[in-house]
C-alpha cells in the first residue's frame, strides 16, 4: 500500500480551562500527554490592560456564573499566568513529552512569550489582522506561527498571507480554518473551508489546520478525510487539529462546554491515528490480507472451471 500521510499534529487547547491555578494547569498537561497522548498543550497570554478599553476591563462580565472577578478586566487578570509560570508550564511540558505553546493575545504578550523560545506561537481569530504583533514576531521569533481564520473575510485572509510572504515568513506559518463559536453548530462547521484554504494557500504555507468548537469528535474524524484528500492532490500538508480540553466540562468558564474530557480528547488522538492509517490506496489489486480470503472463498476459473463468479 502507499504510505501513510505523515500523522497530524494534536493540539489540546488548555487556554484558560485552568481556572487560575497552577496545579490544575499542570494536571491538564500531564493528562494531555499522558491519557490523551496529544501532541501539544497550548495555553494563552494576555495583557488585559493592552487588549481592553478602561470601559471593557471596568464593567461586569457579561456571563456572571462565568466570572472569576467583579469586573471582567479582574476576571481576566485572575485566569492570567505571567511569564515565570509559562515558563514553569513550558518545564512541565518537557518533562512528560509534549509540545508547549501558547496563543498570544497582544504585542506585549508575543514579545514576552517569543523570549521564552516556544516551537510555535498561535494568533488567534480575534487579532488576526493585528499587523503589528505579527511583525514583531516575524523579525524576532524563529519558530512555527499559528493563525486562526475565525470570523474573517477572504480578503482578510488574503492579506494574511501574504504579509508573511512579504516577509520570507510563510514557509513557518500554518493557516486553520476555524468557526469562530462556543460551541458551534455542526452546519457551522462548514468543513469545505480546509478544502478552500488548501485550493488557495496550502502550497504558499507551511501547513493548513483545523481549529473545532464543536461537540464530539466526527467532525475532526472529516476534517482529517478532506485535509488530507487535498494533500493527495498536491495542496500543501494539512498538519494540525485543534480542541479545547478541560477536565471537567461543566466546571465555570467561558470554553468549558466546548471542550473535550480526557476520554474525548483520548479518543480523538486514538481515531485520528488510525483513519489516518486508512487513508491510503492499494497498491495491487489483491492485497496479502486478501489473498487469504480470496484462496478459501473466491470463485475462480483455475479452481472451478466455467464457475467464474468474478
Not at 70 to 92: K, M, N, P, S, V
Not at 132 to 153: D, F, K, P, R, W
Amino acid at each position: 500500500m502507499t504510505t501513510p500521510f505523515e500523522p497530524v499534529q494534536v493540539i489540546a487547547e488548555i487556554g484558560c480551562n485552568h481556572k487560575g491555578d497552577m496545579d490544575i494547569a499542570k494536571e491538564l498537561i500531564r493528562v494531555a500527554a499522558g491519557v490523551c497522548k496529544a501532541d501539544i498543550a497550548k495555553f494563552q497570554k494576555r495583557t488585559n490592560r493592552e487588549l481592553l478599553t478602561p470601559e471593557e476591563y471596568d464593567r461586569p462580565h457579561p456571563v456572571p456564573e462565568n466570572a472569576y472577578g467583579d469586573t471582567y478586566g479582574a476576571h481576566r487578570e485572575f485566569l492570567e499566568f505571567d511569564t515565570e509560570q509559562h515558563r514553569e508550564l513550558i518545564e512541565e511540558c518537557k518533562t512528560n513529552g509534549i509540545k508547549y505553546s501558547t496563543s498570544v493575545w497582544d504585542l506585549t504578550s508575543a514579545k514576552e512569550m517569543s523570549a521564552l523560545n516556544p516551537p510555535l506561537l498561535k494568533i488567534p481569530s480575534a487579532t488576526n489582522q493585528h499587523f503589528e504583533l505579527q511583525g514583531y514576531l516575524c523579525e524576532n521569533y524563529a519558530g512555527e506561527i499559528h493563525v486562526s481564520t475565525g470570523m474573517s473575510t477572504g480578503d482578510e485572509i488574503k492579506n494574511l498571507v501574504e504579509f508573511y510572504e512579504e516577509r520570507g515568513r510563510a514557509q513557518d506559518l500554518v493557516v486553520y480554518s476555524c468557526t469562530s463559536g462556543y460551541p458551534v453548530a455542526f452546519q457551522d462547521i462548514c468543513l469545505f473551508e480546509i478544502a478552500k484554504l488548501m485550493d488557495i494557500y496550502g502550497p504558499r504555507v507551511k501547513g493548513i489546520g483545523f481549529s473545532g468548537h464543536h461537540l464530539g469528535i466526527a467532525a475532526d474524524v472529516a476534517a482529517l478525510a478532506v485535509g488530507q484528500m487535498k494533500q493527495a492532490e498536491g495542496k500543501g500538508k494539512f498538519s494540525h487539529i485543534e480542541r479545547h480540553f478541560t477536565l471537567d466540562r461543566t466546571w465555570k468558564g467561558t470554553d468549558h462546554a466546548a471542550s473535550l474530557e480526557p476520554d474525548g480528547m483520548r479518543r480523538l488522538c486514538r481515531d485520528l491515528k488510525n483513519v489516518n492509517l486508512a487513508l491510503t490506496n492499494k497498491d495491487q489489486d489483491i492485497l496479502p490480507v486478501e489473498q487469504v480470503q480470496r484462496d478459501k472463498l473466491k470463485w475462480v476459473k483455475e479452481r472451478h472451471g466455467d464457475l467464474v463468479a468474478e
